[in-house]
């Protein structure tokens, strides 16, 4: 079985990773294994070498002189122990795999606790550990980068991962990094845990987000209760765009997919969730993204780029002009 790209910002207690905030180590764990110190590689310039070989799978479509590689970069959401945390990655590569993605997937493992009810803990260590996902990762990997051969960079984060993602790139720009000229390709977003109104173009918790990235695609869902108001676990914050969706006014660049009408039909209809759904991986209607193989599809196609994100097969145009995941 093939080794499972993990950048960690846990700390180490007794030989073992805790859910703390502690200094990046870079892991190649064998898949089905738990993250151990034991899999971080000493010599880091190797582990990205690794990963760059990993991602890269051909010649660019639009430059057959060059070739082409593209890294998923997956950051996990709160209440996440790091054995569901590597279960997500092995699904999410199975699922792309399936759809055609020839790239690699490399897990962010922040401390996230394996606790409901360690929401606020959670977020603390989110925030303090986010500005290494930039500095330790995305931007050496942009520094690495060769004149023959480009990696996409892309982004995927589920539930508090979106916040994770959110505060790594304004971290990064209020630290005004010796090297400011990293970008990524896509940023997606599922189950996100951040404000809707947050996403607003001019607002300035996002601003870097959407200065440092190609496209936004966030997929949102009204069923999902674990970003209802009144969950209590989540102490009644503002509506989340993982629910709601993104607000009217964010830059040309975002793109909501309304997934509600997918997943009522998904839920119900016991044939659809048999065929569709491989795995379920955590709180259903929050989570329900990995392991389907619809989403999967329409991940795929955001990923590669080529295909205006009005014309994805998976995607129709609703009458009030917004699109949403269809099966078609």
Same mark, same amino acid.
């Given at each position: 079985?093939? =080794?499972?790209?993990?950048?960690?910002?846990r %700390?180490?207690?007794?030989?073992?990773?805790?859910?703390?905030p502690?200094?990046?180590?870079?892991?190649?764990?064998p898949?089905?294994?738990? !993250?151990? !110190? &034991?899999? %971080?590689?000493?010599?880091?310039?190797?582990? $990205?070498?690794?990963l760059?070989?990993?991602?890269t799978?051909?010649?660019? #479509?639009?430059?057959?002189?060059?070739?082409?590689?593209?890294?998923?970069?997956?950051? +996990?959401?709160?209440?996440?122990?790091?054995?569901?945390?590597?279960?997500? +990655? %092995?699904?999410?590569?199975?699922?792309?795999? $399936? %759809?055609g993605?020839?790239?690699?997937?490399l897990?962010?493992?922040? !401390? @996230? =606790?394996?606790?409901?009810l360690?929401?606020?803990e959670d977020?603390? =260590?989110?925030?303090?550990?986010?500005?290494?996902?930039?500095?330790?990762?995305?931007?050496?990997?942009? =520094?690495?980068?060769?004149?023959?051969?480009?990696?996409n960079?892309?982004?995927?984060?589920?539930?508090?991962?979106?916040?994770?993602?959110?505060?790594? $790139?304004?971290?990064?720009?209020?630290?005004?990094?010796?090297?400011? #000229?990293?970008?990524? @390709?896509?940023?997606?977003f599922i189950g996100?845990?951040? @404000?809707?109104?947050?996403?607003?173009?001019?607002? #300035?918790?996002? *601003?870097?987000?959407?200065?440092?990235c190609?496209r936004?695609?966030?997929?949102?869902?009204?069923?999902?209760?674990v970003?209802k108001?009144?969950n /209590?676990?989540?102490?009644?914050?503002?509506?989340?765009?993982?629910?709601?969706?993104?607000p009217?006014?964010?830059?040309?660049?975002a793109?909501?997919?309304d997934?509600?009408?997918?997943?009522?039909?998904?839920?119900?209809?016991?044939?659809?969730?048999? /065929?569709d759904?491989?795995?379920?991986?955590?709180? $259903?209607?929050?989570?329900? +993204?990995?392991?389907?193989?619809?989403?999967?599809?329409?991940?795929?196609?955001?990923?590669k780029?080529?295909l205006?994100?009005?014309?994805? !097969?998976?995607?129709? #145009?609703g009458? *009030?002009? &917004?699109?949403?995941?269809?099966?078609?």
């Amino acid at each position: 079985m093939a =080794d499972q790209f993990v950048m960690c910002a846990r %700390a180490v207690e007794d030989g073992v990773f805790i859910a703390e905030p502690g200094p990046s180590l870079f892991l190649l764990v064998p898949e089905g294994e738990r !993250p151990s !110190p &034991k899999h %971080a590689m000493k010599k880091i310039d190797q582990w $990205f070498k690794k990963l760059r070989i990993a991602a890269t799978w051909g010649k660019d #479509s639009r430059n057959s002189a060059l070739d082409r590689g593209d890294l998923l970069v997956f950051v +996990h959401g709160y209440n996440s122990d790091q054995k569901i945390v590597m279960k997500r +990655h %092995a699904q999410l590569k199975r699922d792309l795999s $399936f %759809a055609g993605f020839k790239g690699e997937i490399l897990s962010f493992d922040w !401390p @996230s =606790d394996d606790k409901a009810l360690n929401y606020m803990e959670d977020r603390h =260590d989110a925030k303090q550990t986010a500005m290494q996902l930039v500095t330790d990762g995305i931007r050496a990997l942009s =520094d690495q980068q060769t004149p023959d051969c480009t990696i996409n960079i892309h982004l995927l984060g589920h539930s508090t991962g979106v916040y994770v993602i959110r505060e790594a $790139f304004d971290d990064a720009d209020d630290a005004r990094l010796a090297n400011n #000229s990293w970008a990524v @390709s896509q940023v997606v977003f599922i189950g996100g845990d951040i @404000s809707a109104s947050s996403m607003s173009a001019g607002d #300035s918790s996002t *601003d870097s987000l959407y200065r440092h990235c190609t496209r936004l695609t966030n997929y949102s869902n009204s069923y999902d209760s674990v970003l209802k108001l009144s969950n /209590a676990k989540r102490l009644g914050t503002a509506p989340r765009v993982g629910r709601v969706g993104l607000p009217a006014d964010v830059p040309s660049k975002a793109v909501n997919i309304d997934c509600t009408d997918y997943f009522g039909t998904l839920d119900s209809n016991k044939e659809i969730k048999k /065929a569709d759904q491989a795995v379920v991986l955590g709180s $259903f209607d929050h989570s329900w +993204h990995i392991g389907n193989k619809l989403f999967a599809c329409d991940l795929f196609e955001t990923l590669k780029g080529d295909l205006d994100r009005s014309v994805i !097969p998976s995607r129709a #145009s609703g009458a *009030d002009g &917004k699109l949403r995941l269809i099966r078609a």
